[in-house]
C-alpha cells in the first residue's frame, strides 16, 4: 500500500464493523493513532499471532511500539475501565503508558452516569434506547450541561474535584431518592475510589489538542480512529436511536482539535451485510433463518455487552448516504468471508414508503420504520475464502458482488478483509 498521511477510518453503519482491525493495520504506516468519540461502549477486536484482544478505550493502534495513541477531548472517559483496559495490554503492548495521552478536555464517566442510565432505561420500557449501559448518554448530557460536568484534566487539582465530587453526589442524590426512589450515592466512597484512579492516570493527562497540532506541524502521520458508525451519529444518524457522539467523521475536527484540511484520506468501513444493536428500524433486517446462518457464520454477538446483534442485507442505500456524508475515498468491506454457503444473496439498493422510491435516506424515524428495502438479488458462492489473498483469488460471484457494491455506493472498494487476523487481508489499488 501507498504511504499514508494522515487518514480517518469510519464506520458507515451502526458501528461493529470490524473497524479495530483496520485501524490496526493502518497503524502500522502512521506516527500516532487518535481516538475521537464515545466511550467504553465501543469494542474494537483486534487479532494476530492467534490471539483475540478486545479494547474499548485505547486506541487500536497500541501494539505497534512506534505508535503514540492518543484519546481525544471528544471522547468520554470511564477511568476505571481505562485502567483496567491498560492493566490487561500492558505485556503486549510495551510501554504503552509511555505512549498513552489522554486529553485534558475529555469528559469523564462516573458511578451516578452508570446508575441513572440504567434507571431512565427502566423506566422507559418498550420506549427504550437499547444503550450499552456505561453511561455514555448521561455523560455527554453533562458536558452540554456543564454544571455537573467533570474533565480529566480535573484530576490533576484533586483537592478542587474532591469538593466537585461531594456537590455533584449531593445534587445526584436528590434525583435518585426523588425521582427514582432510589438511595444514592455515598460522596466519600466515591471520591476515595476515583481519586485512587486520578493518581495513576495522571502522567497520562496532557493538551492533546495542541500536542496534535504540534504532530500535524512536523509532519508526523495521524491515524483517526472513529468509534461506532455514521447511522449512530448524534446529528446525522437514525435519531433517537443513535448513540451520544459525533461517529460520523465529521466527529473528528472537534473530538481532537485538529482541523479536517488536515486530513489526507477518508475510509469508511462496511461489513458484507448488515447488522444492528439496540433498539431502533432497520430496514434490510432478516428476522429468519437467513439471518440466523448469518450471525451464527459471523459470531454476530456484541464485542461490549454480548447482546446479540440483528443481522441483514447490506443496506448500500443507507451506505451511499454515508459516503456522502463522509466525503470517503475509499471503502473497506470486511467479514466477507461470513457470507460463503448462504442459500441466496441480496443487497438494498433503495427504499419504497407506500409504494413510492424514497428520494433520499429518510430524516424522520417514523419513515425509516415504514421503508421497505429494494432489494436486488446477486449470485451467492459456496466457497470458503477466508485463505484467499488475492482479489483474483475470489470466486467469480464473489468478485461480482464487490464490484457491483463499489458500483451502487459510487466509491472503490481499496480493501477487503476475510477473517479477523491481519494476515486475512486483500489490498486493491
Ligand atoms: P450508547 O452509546 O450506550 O448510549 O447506546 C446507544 C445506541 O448505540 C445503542 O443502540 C447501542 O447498542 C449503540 N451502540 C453504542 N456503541 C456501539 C458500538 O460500538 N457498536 C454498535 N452499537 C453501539
Redesign the pocket.
Known sequence: MKKHGNTLIV?LT???EAKGKIVDLLAAEHDVVVRYN??N????TVAFGGETYKLHLVPSGLFHEHVMCIIGGGVVVDPKVLLEEIGRHEKVAPRLRERLLVSSRAHTIWPWHKQL?ALSEKHQGKGK??????G??PAYADKANRVDAIRMGEFLRPEHLKKKVERIVETKNQIFQKVFGEAGLQAGAVWAEYAAYGEQIRPMIADTTEWLLRACEKGRRILFEG???TL?DIDHGTYP?????SASAAGAWPGTGVPARAIHEILGVVKAYTT?????PFPTELEGAVGNQIREQGHEY????G?P?RCGWLDTFAIRYAARLNSLDGIVITLLDVLGGLPELKICTGYEVGGKALEAFPDDPAVLEQAKPVLESLEPWEEDISGVRRFRGLPRAARAYVRRVEDVIGVPVRIISLGPDREQTIYRR
Request: net charge positive; hydrophobic share 25%.
Open positions: 464506520g451502526w458501528g461493529d464515545g466511550g461502549n465501543a469494542g474494537h442510565e434506547i437499547g444503550t450499552t449501559l456505561r455514555i448518554g468509534a461506532q458508525g449512530l436511536y443513535v448513540t451520544s457522539s444492528r444493536v439496540g433498539e431502533g456484541g464485542t461490549t455487552t447482546r446483534r
